[in-house]
């Protein structure tokens, strides 16, 4: 078949030779292997589907190999998706024959509502642009920099090209100018102004933080905070070298309006503890990053909508095309093929399977140094940390069947499942996620000398009678029965509504009540790491509970210290650093 | 049926069509439009194939402006993106087969750890990777990268077009000049070999590992 007839070009120049359309050069191929493969990828016809469908149903062995064959393809995620450099269109027409080039602007441009000429969007086109063209590119590898490739174009192009641009100018740019300003206050803003291009101001640059936005798009380890371009100067390396002309002129450029609205952003950001202002940096330098990669339109649309509002939704929109752009043939296939009702449940199962790659690879990462040591991470590197949180399953989770166990059938069976894991494969991190997942679920508190109150019939009547058909959550009752502390807070609950006085204690509201070892740790140990305050408020609530355990169990946790059979072993701040995963937008729980 | 019927009808179908048609009819603006939608999927693709952000855009650039050369002959008898990675799959073999031919430095290799590969932060910060371009994460990244390089020319391009391009088995044999069946054959080794590549990767979430005795292999080469 000649390449003509196949719709395809000739080769050109002529000395190209064109690929062989042989099928001989690979190996011979697993039959059943490439079933497998063309049935992950939506490309059997219905018997054959049907066929390995069956196979897989019958054969561990094949579904493990599916499983194993999916999840590498979806590694292929996480490679970076490369965009052109902003003037590669340009460069790219530059190229053609003189008599070929297009007459109008040569650079990829958007039209301007109401405007008989193109706005230019890019800064390669800006009257800046020259500027900045002289000036280069910040040098990347510096500081912050390296978030910065296209950031100067999305300044320069808020700063200039959306002159033209009627919404936007509404927005950034009121129709009045301002050139009064004393660089040396303003050059930290200055400096980061192509962070904050397309910011309205800091509760926009919060929404940013939020859920499936900004949040978990670089991820940087916590350990590796941000370098500020003013450190960046202060150790001899101003990101933009000594080019910050272009940005001065954009700044000088805004109306005194957007000027001061983009002085009290930079100062809220600064006025942040420093932890807080990293992780709000990444959010921005993720932004600026994302902004600067969007095609022409979809930026333009973003940083033209006329409120805060509107912005976050069309980047919310933007985002979520993003995310449907990304689904391969095969899932496609398979939204498709469900109504229309219940395809909000499979992408959100994708989006959460997804969710936990991720939150695995940042909890590997997280714990990088330990990985390379080819040591268990903390607790599971000792024979003792290992029996400590043996136990806390044990006996707090109590994670054996039972009417005292307090996990779900499914959360039992995927904590027996991590923890063989752990034991046969090393792979302490998820158990030890999983461990933390769980004792965030099931909090416990202090249990009492004795007994415990566990079922309805451990209350003394008339108590119980009045309680039972008063209350409308006997349902409540019934599912917490024989569990602690579940079944006593259902109960302390239920009186409450009812308006009852419990007769007897339902747990141990004074240190003397809780059962060893926990007394030892509150007494010997809390009561006197306590501030009369603290003391204080503790003493006020003795004899009352719920009240006074939750209250020792929340200083427990401010003073970093583990209580016995209540808490996770070991230091809950070691818990906290090991197991919990953090992101640039924040704390997001265990892997 | 006529070629103009055909052309008249698939147009109507496929605006990318109509945009090249107005291309081959001298229209310079509808060039710098073609290349301004398509510069985003061309040299993500390029960069995907040969790992080097300049080398992926002169490729791309070369793709272009190949478009533009041979528009005249364009005839429209399949989706236009199937014929403009038709182009780009003759380009970057050529590419890849010439760099086989004539050994360079390797790009981003890196050498394997106890995961299978060092992360780029080893060394700690300096002032040529600061900490914030020293992302651990990068080192996924290059592990996958170097499972990727680690693919025969043929199966990365098909790799590459199915994975990121979202193409089906047909389109991919009609840009590679392949039957179907050679596709699927090709796809199967490819995904193979990345599967063995990235064996030590793929269980982080605490699903359990394929059974032993379940790796049995044809797929190598």
Redesign the interface.
Known sequence: MSD?A???????PPN????P?G?G??????PD??E???YL?G?LDTGASRRVAARLAAD???R??A???K???D??D????????PN??H???D??PAA?????V?A?HFQAPGSPTPAPVLASSAPSASAWATAGPPPR????S??VGGLAAVALAVGAGYAGHAAARTFFFPPAGDANLSLEADRRVVENLPLYAGVDDFNYLARLTEGETFADD????AD????PPEVARAAG?SPWGENLEPLIRAFKALPVERQKQVRVLDQRLHDQPPADRDRLTRVL?AYAVWLARL??AERAAVLAAATPDLRFKVVADIREAQWQAR???GQ?KALAALPPAERGALTQQWKGEQA??KR??LL??QN?ET??A?RPPWPFDTDAGRKGVADYVRTTLRVEGTASGRLTGGEAE?LR??QE?AER?G?WL?YGA?VLALADKYPSLPEPVGRPVLVVADLPQPFRARLVKGGGERKALNAAAGKWPEFALAVADDAQKAGLSAPIPLGPARPADFREPARHVVEGELLPRLGDEERGALVSLEGKWPAYPLKVMELARKTDLPVPGVTLPGLPSLWEKTYRVTRPGGRVGPS | MSIGQTSAQMALRDPDIRLMLRVRDDDGAAFAELVERFQHRLVAVMHHLVGNADEAEDLAQEVFLRVYRVRKKYRPRAKFSTWLFTIANNLALNALRDRRRRPVVPLEVRESGPLGGTPAGTAGPTRDAPPAHNLQQEELAAVIRTALDGLNERQRVAIVLNKFEDMNYADIADVMGLTGKAVKSLLSRARAKLREALQGYIYMDGDAPPPAGGDSDGGNE
């Open positions: 003509d196949r719709g395809r070009p000739p080769a050109d190209t030779p064109a690929p359309a099928e050069d690979d190996a011979p191929t697993d292997e490439a497998l493969v063309a990828d490309e561990p062995v094949a493990a190999k499983a194993a064959l999840k590498s393809f590694l292929l996480f490679l970076p998706r490369p965009d052109p450099s590669f269109a460069r790219t027409l190229k053609l070929g080039r297009p007459p109008s040569p990829p590898g510096r500081g912050w390296w978030a670089l991820a940087p380890p590796a905070p941000p370098v390396e330098e095609p022409d689904l391969t043939d496609r936990d790659r695995a690879w590997r990462r990088w990985i390379r080819d995927r499942a991590a894991m494969e792979e998820n999983a």
